[in-house]
Nanobody
Framework: QVQLVESGGGLVQAGGSLRLSCAAS????????MGWFRQAPGKEREFVAA????????WYADSVKGRFTISRDNAKNTVDLQMTSLKSEDTAVYYC????????????????WGQGTQVTVSS
């Protein structure tokens, strides 16, 4: 099992920045793709960003490209999401995800999920 714990959520004004962090523990973290999803009230959960084990492959949702940056530190078993130029439509619960099976689709398929952290952007 992999346990994922998010931190860094909160309230921020539109145009501001926020950094989310996710700490992983449990089974080996090796070769695990990590990412973030979000779910806004009344909407389906959607993919935000993902990063491969080496960091050589990164994926972003079109809605966050150029504003969000995902990164990871394998020595610390952490993955971060730096969010800038935040908009009211970024308001959601953000979930950290992890997937050790390399053949799974990095924008859709994850076995491990954190509990989520709330991000609220006020306009």
């Amino acid at each position: 099992q992999v346990q994922l714990v998010e931190s860094g959520g909160g309230l921020v004004q539109a145009g501001g920045s926020l950094r989310l962090s996710c700490a992983a523990s449990g089974r080996t973290f090796s070769n695990t793709t990590m990412g973030w999803f979000r779910q806004a009230p009344g909407k389906e959960r959607e993919f935000v960003a993902a990063i491969s084990w080496t960091g050589g492959s990164i994926w972003y949702a079109d809605s966050v490209k150029g504003r969000f940056t995902i990164s990871r530190d394998n020595a610390k078993n952490t993955v971060d999401l730096q969010m800038t130029s935040l908009k009211s439509e970024d308001t959601a619960v953000y979930y950290c995800v992890g997937e050790p099976k390399s053949y799974r689709v990095p924008t859709r398929e994850y076995d491990y999920w954190g509990q989520g952290t709330q991000v609220t952007v006020s306009s």
